[in-house]
């Protein structure tokens, strides 16, 4: 069958899948919409939605994971603050490759990063009842919107598309200065646009947080992954970029999905700064008996949560974080296959008439890693989306991730195949036909 399709079988998907409004589509709802019609159609669709990752997992972690459970950590209930050694080298991995210095305490796991954002949106939430309020800093991951929404935590947000540099602090002082601001979330580098913040913009950010005292949830599923620069040397600058540098009021989100290749396992670190985990909040001291805001965390909101990450996955990732650390895994260039991926799909895309539309970072052009966005001519992100999908492409909206732009968020992590470059191609040279550009 001949790209494009029939929009009978978009709609059927549609209907089965009883979404209204195809930009506002979950990830795995789009998904879910594309294998419905590679099964109405028999053709083969190129899932360019969901981030998983397309290397194989880290094979230390494998061999870290099989010993623990060889020794019997699956009877036992794990701790709730951590296995040791994942927390002495959780910090020493931020050392390593952030430049901070933690405590070990304060590096808490979590059933992945999801864990960890829906557990300290809730936390941040309580600590003071005037404040309570999540601002995120757009375009963001998508579920996080969907966490607070779950949550019932007021939110706000902006999108830094027109704000980047010495705009940022005053469009972030305007959200803090309303007095209801809690917490302050990104990601970076960012999913979906790949902008990577600057020393200079992290700076205003922290300096701003410490002013208003909100937290900085700061998501660094993609650390190093900002591959125009020499990151993912241990111990050596440059380094990750991050606010931990210039406030106090920082809880960092580091998993192992994507820089570790190891979604499957849902694991992930939630490190939160010294000065944070010991801060007594009354609040907390009044709802849960626990008034330091570290305690307060493990021990209710997260215990309550999971009752604690596995054992044989904390194993798993304090293996890796080690193995990085020391210079023996090189998670880095490993993952330096995403940028290859990204720039020959970008090549394809805009030979076929489409743009880049968050395309510039500051003064660069925007880097190649895992994401990137792409518009086409004045077609909105439904109508992008809806037509993709008829040509047997799937992607999400922009609109989904909190994004004001146009377009469509592009996921190379699955172009695992030299023949998949050669259909995207094909089948983008049959939109543009259907589509032609005035």
């Known amino acids: 069958m001949k790209a494009p399709y029939d929009r009978s079988y978009l709609h059927a998907a549609l209907e089965q899948t009883d979404i209204a409004d195809i930009a506002r589509a979950t990830i795995r709802q789009s998904g879910d919409i594309a294998r419905i019609m590679e099964r109405a159609t028999g053709e083969e669709f190129l899932h360019l939605e969901m981030g998983v990752p397309g290397l194989p997992p880290e094979e230390v972690g494998i061999e870290a994971e099989r ?3 060889a020794e019997g950590v699956a009877s036992q209930y794990p701790n709730m603050y951590g296995l040791p050694e994942l927390k002495e080298q959780a910090a020493r991995f931020i050392r390593a490759y952030l430049d901070v210095e933690i405590d070990p305490r304060g590096c808490i796991p979590t059933v992945g990063s999801m864990q960890g954002s829906f557990t300290t949106f809730l936390l941040c939430s309580q600590l003071d009842p005037v404040k309570r309020k999540i601002l995120f800093i757009d375009p963001g991951f998508p579920v996080q919107r969907s966490q607070v929404r779950i949550l019932g935590i007021p939110n706000d947000s902006f999108d830094i598309y027109d704000y980047r540099g ?6 972030l002082e305007s959200y803090l200065a309303q007095g209801d601001v809690a917490a302050i979330v990104y990601s970076n580098p960012n999913n979906p646009s790949w902008v990577c913040l600057t020393e200079e913009e992290l700076r205003t950010i922290g ?6 005292d909100a937290i900085v949830i700061e998501d ?7 591959f125009r620069k020499p990151l993912g040397r241990p111990f050596e600058a440059p380094y990750q970029a991050t606010v931990a540098r210039y406030t106090k009021n920082w809880i960092l989100m580091i998993s192992g999905s994507k820089i570790f290749s190891y979604a499957g396992q849902r694991i992930a670190v939630a490190a939160i700064s010294d000065a944070l985990f010991h801060r007594e ?11 330091h805001l570290g305690d307060a965390y493990v021990l209710t909101i997260l215990y309550a949560a999971s009752s604690g990450t596995s054992h044989s996955a904390q194993h798993a990732l304090a293996a890796m974080f080690r193995a990085a650390a020391d210079g023996r895994l090189d998670f880095v260039g490993e993952t330096a296959e995403y940028a290859r991926r990204a720039r020959l799909t970008k090549e394809t895309f805009l030979r076929h008439g489409f743009r880049i539309v968050y395309d510039k970072d500051r003064d660069e052009q925007i880097g190649d890693g895992f994401f990137y966005t792409i518009g086409y001519g004045a077609m ?6 809806s037509e993709l999908l008829l040509c047997g492409v799937c992607a999400i909206s922009l609109s989904s991730t909190g994004s004001r732009q146009h377009g469509i968020r592009v996921c190379v992590s699955q172009m695992n195949r030299p023949e998949q470059f050669e259909l995207l191609d094909r089948r983008l040279e049959a939109f543009a036909e259907n589509h032609p550009l005035k």
């Open 166 to 171: 010495e705009k940022l602090g005053p469009k």
């Open 380 to 385: 909105t992100s439904s109508e992008l989306l």
């Open 281 to 291: 909040y009354a609040a907390l001291r009044e709802r849960y008996g626990i008034g």
């Open 207 to 212: 300096e701003l947080a410490t002013r208003y």
């Open 67 to 69: 010993r623990a459970l």
């Open 220 to 226: 660094l599923a993609y650390l190093c992954m900002d």
